[in-house]
């Protein structure tokens, strides 16, 4: 049984690679407008074009979306958003089904990447780890966002978790920008991702469906970066342990 999932998974993987660039190709049409837009326009637009066409490619493979919480945003100001991080599919799920506009911290090594990386960089804010004049960029890229009204994605794992615990260890950098602008946080658990790609798998895909969940909002104000940041890991490990 487990040979005969092996070669289907391969086999959909191989649906689903073909499918994603041809549906890329299509959609790249509707981002041209975003090499002339100015922010926040862009973001907007952005978003609009990436929740049309993941819905077509996440329904094409297999992998539909319900989203759960979005209430939390109503008559909330412009935020953080906070996730966990598991597969490389989180990132078609997250950014495009934000109730609202948004840019996502993003490795500045995938805008090289044609066509995808001009896509990729359309919504994002690029950022090299490895680089101390990149991150302090990316931090002050990031302020003038959220200063434009523009809600933050970031992942504050870092990178896929490839343990078998709901998180791995966060960051600072998302809890030290909430403090520096006093901006609220949406805790996000997105649930199933490793179950279409697995991180320890190469070009091995199952479809499955997907969850995105939203907390309620967590308040920045007169609390340390370093208690935030373990108030969140905390109230997103119970949820993940409670709801998975």
């Known amino acids: 049984m487990n040979f005969f999932k092996e070669i289907f998974a391969r086999i959909w993987a191989t649906w689903a690679l073909l499918l994603f660039v041809a549906t890329m190709l299509i959609a790249y049409i509707f981002y041209i ?8 326009q862009k973001a907007n637009w952005h978003r609009y074009v990436s929740r049309v066409w993941m819905f077509i490619y996440l329904s094409l493979i297999g992998c539909p979306l319900t989203v759960k919480g979005k209430q939390y945003f109503d008559e909330l100001p412009n935020c953080i958003i906070v996730s966990n991080h598991n ?11 934000m109730p609202r506009a948004n840019k996502t911290i993003a490795k500045k090594s995938f805008a090289v990447i044609p066509v995808f990386g001009w896509i990729y960089s359309f919504g994002s804010v690029l950022v090299d780890r490895n680089d101390d004049k990149s991150r302090r960029k990316s931090f002050e890229d990031m302020k003038r966002v959220l200063s434009i009204g523009l809600d933050m994605v970031i992942y504050p794992e870092g990178t896929r978790n490839r343990t078998e615990h709901p998180l791995k260890s966060f960051y600072d950098g998302a809890f030290r920008l909430a403090v520096d602008t006093q901006k609220p946080i949406i805790p996000t658990l997105v649930f199933n991702t490793k179950k279409v790609l697995p991180v320890h798998k ?26 935030l940041k373990e108030k969140v890991f ?11």
Not at 202 to 227: G, R, V
Not at 234 to 244: C, H, L, T
């Open 234 to 244: 905390r109230i997103m490990w119970d949820y993940y342990e409670a709801n998975y």
């Open 202 to 227: 190469t070009f091995y895909m199952l479809p499955h469906k997907l969850e995105m969940h939203f907390l309620p909002p967590i308040a920045s104000i007169n609390i340390s970066a370093k208690d």
């Open 33 to 40: 407008p975003c090499h002339f837009l100015k922010e926040p």
């Open 87 to 97: 597969s490389l599919m989180d990132v078609p799920v997250t950014t495009p089904f």
